[in-house]
T-cell receptor, first 117, second 114 residues
């Protein structure tokens, strides 16, 4: 089983629509961190948010909001009133300690969001 | 401006040739990483370095080598032993390697085989 699952390979919306990107993770650790990154067509990954496993408060930053639910092992990302500039691939990632004691950052396969004008 | 630079943006490799990808950071970060991204997939860790003169293999290190002689620099060599090198390579850095440390990424190098 994948550690980080982003089941939506590609989503297409029209500008001003709201869109939610799903992320489901799997870990046996009680302490871990979750991240979201944005990869625009230029290729560089841009950090969006970090959340630790003890903080289940939802977070809002402008048009972006994140819903963290430990009960369902999900960390979903919602863009409100989407814009063309939001078009990118979005990655969810899980940071945990592996069996060998190493910190590992595991990425999902990404969701490509296309926002049509 | 603080950040991570990677060069070149595009790199072409001939059969049997070793090529080196450059990664430089001026964020004063101790830790640096190399990832490989294939189309439609997430990132996979090749090598990482927690401190100067130290580096560790990641999940897909075969066919690659690195060095960390300076804090600012972490070059990646793709050797002829890497049979399928065509991919997008991303370098990242973080202040440390703690569980919650955020990794910041460079713009990437796209490697193509001729």
């Amino acid at each position: 089983a994948q550690k980080v699952t982003q089941a939506q390979t590609e989503i297409s919306v029209v500008e001003k629509e709201d869109v939610t990107l799903d992320c489901v993770y799997e870990t046996r650790d009680t302490t871990y961190y979750l991240f979201w990154y944005k990869q625009p067509p230029s290729g560089e990954l841009v950090f969006l948010i970090r959340r630790n496993s003890f903080d289940e408060q939802n977070e809002i930053s402008g048009r972006y909001s994140w819903n963290f639910q430990k009960s369902t092992s999900s960390f979903n990302f919602t863009i409100t009133a989407s814009q063309v500039v939001d078009s990118a691939v979005y990655f969810c990632a899980l940071s945990e300690i592996t069996d060998t004691g190493r910190r590992a950052l595991t990425f999902g396969s990404g969701t490509r969001l296309q926002v049509q004008p | 401006d603080g950040g991570i630079t990677q060069s070149p943006k595009y790199l072409f490799r001939k059969e049997g040739q070793n090529v080196t990808l450059s990664c430089e950071q001026n964020l004063n970060h101790d830790a640096m990483y190399w990832y490989r991204q294939d189309p439609g997939q997430g990132l996979r860790l090749i090598y990482y370095s927690q401190i100067v003169n130290d580096f560790q293999k990641g999940d897909i290190a075969e066919g690659y080598s690195v060095s960390r002689e300076k804090k600012e620099s972490f070059p990646l060599t793709v050797t002829s032993a890497q049979k399928n090198p065509t991919a997008f390579y991303l370098c990242a850095s973080s202040i440390g390697t703690g569980l919650g440390e955020t990794q910041y990424f460079g713009p990437g190098t796209r490697l193509l085989v001729l």
